[in-house]
């Protein structure tokens, strides 16, 4: 694997695996990017149930990220060190439970639209479609010219 990371093109530039810390920064950024587009358009053009889905929605998905990272890093720190993984199952399923009673409170007291939350939570997808799509663009760059 180090010989396709250090890979040269004929223009001299070094292909190498992405910062992960960077990866996962432009990540989060694109998804407050994809909310905030969705919440602003949702206040705009729908009615005020579908922004407050879209805000919660989003919201949970920022939440449900971070909340995903942490538990990820921990889980599989010891595997670094040369001990086994370690992922407490409780703590890994509790976030699906947080993000449902939210949004099936929310939904019960008729503060938001169920579709709308879902759209929300969906901001991890968005924001990996930018990711590909900056990836791509990048790809063609820097590509041989034959």
Not at 69 to 76: C, H, W
Request: one cysteine or more.
């Amino acid at each position: 694997m180090n010989e396709i990371a250090d890979y040269k093109f004929p223009g001299g530039t070094i292909v190498a695996h992405a910062d992960d810390e960077a990866l996962e920064g432009r990540i989060f950024r694109a998804m407050c990017a994809a909310v905030a587009v969705a919440v602003i358009a949702g206040a705009v053009f729908a009615p005020w149930r579908v922004t407050a889905g879209l805000l919660l929605g989003g919201a949970l998905s920022l939440v449900n990220h971070s909340w995903l990272r942490g538990s990820i890093a921990a889980a599989f720190g010891g595997a670094n060190a040369g001990g086994r993984p370690r992922l407490g199952v409780a703590r890994y399923v509790l976030r699906y439970f947080f993000v449902g009673l939210t949004v099936f409170a929310a939904a019960s007291l008729d503060l938001i639209s169920v579709p709308a939350a879902l759209v929300g939570l969906c901001s991890f997808v968005a924001a990996l479609f930018v990711e590909a799509a900056r990836q791509f663009y990048f790809a063609i760059v820097q590509r041989e010219d034959n």
